[in-house]
């Protein structure tokens, strides 16, 4: 296996154990200060390289397990492989780093959950998924919390990613004090723009790949939601927003991650 000295060890599940088309890989590295999870789903019965790698980022509470075992997003990916709606594609899907109630995907307090995600998980899944190569293209969405780290980190690093999107995502860092009891204190960031996905995204708005987020019009976030789509429109910042049925919940990420793979797809 090639090395990457950051990587003090790589672990991956026995595939006679694996079940789903799900594997599970644990990388010891410095931006955790430990060990970090990745539950990755490989397309069934796929022997092609270079698959596009999609990064799933889960919410607050959440681990590795969020989008696999309260979504089924690997089933939703089959599914729409199987019926030929998408190409077949990776599901990368991390945990946080599991500090507090969520790490915001920021970097803070001695540790990069940030870089962890760009540059760690890309990495792993590299070094251990033979379908995926330095070829691959790369992917990123998220809910909620994770909509927010999807959105701002594809928009710091636009080279990086093909497409951005993210599904009932919060906007702006101050949004987690409605769900983590740590400080906002504790999330701070030198850079005002690393706070806040519109000042993200205006800052590289002529490197941007395509965007697209969606809320659930009774979802607690709407109104952020709404606010950031009006922003980007007075900007000029091109990008596509939809509102749907539904609240902060499950059900709602469950119906509508579809959005995501296939817009995904359009711009493998």
């Known amino acids: 296996m090639p090395e990457i000295p950051r990587f003090r060890t ?18 010891k590295t410095p931006n955790l200060k430990g060990r970090g999870n990745i539950c990755v789903f490989v397309p069934e019965n796929e022997d092609a390289t270079n698959l596009p790698i999609v990064i799933l980022l889960h919410g607050v509470y959440g681990s590795a397990n969020s989008w696999s075992r309260q979504a089924g997003a690997h089933l939703t990916a089959q599914r729409l492989i199987n019926e030929g709606k998408i190409r077949p594609m990776i599901l990368a899907m991390p945990s946080d780093g599991l500090w507090g109630d969520g790490s915001a995907y920021l970097a803070h307090n001695g540790y990069n959950f940030e870089q962890w995600i760009v540059e760690d998980v890309v990495d792993a899944v590299k070094l251990n998924i033979p379908q995926a190569t330095n070829a691959t293209s790369l992917f990123i969405s998220g809910l909620s919390m994770g909509g927010f780290g999807a959105l701002k980190l594809g928009a710091k690093y636009p080279e990086k990613f093909k497409a951005i999107a993210a599904h009932s995502a919060i906007t702006s860092l101050v949004q987690m004090a409605l769900f983590v009891e740590e400080p906002l204190s504790d999330y701070q960031q030198v850079l005002e723009k690393n706070e806040d996905v519109f000042l993200m995204l205006q800052s590289n708005e002529n490197k941007l790949p395509p965007v697209r987020f969606d809320c659930g019009n009774a979802d607690i976030l709407i109104e952020y939601n709404r606010v950031l789509h009006q922003r980007l429109n007075t900007a000029g910042i091109p990008h596509i ?21 296939l817009f995904f797809d359009k711009h493998c």
Do not use: C, M, Q
Request: glycine share 2%.
């Open 10 to 27: 790589i672990k991956i599940s026995d595939l006679r154990f694996e079940s789903d088309n799900l594997r599970y890989i644990t990388v």
């Open 241 to 261: 927003y939809e509102e749907f049925e539904g609240i902060h919940e499950w059900a709602y990420w469950e119906k509508h991650l579809p959005k995501s793979l």
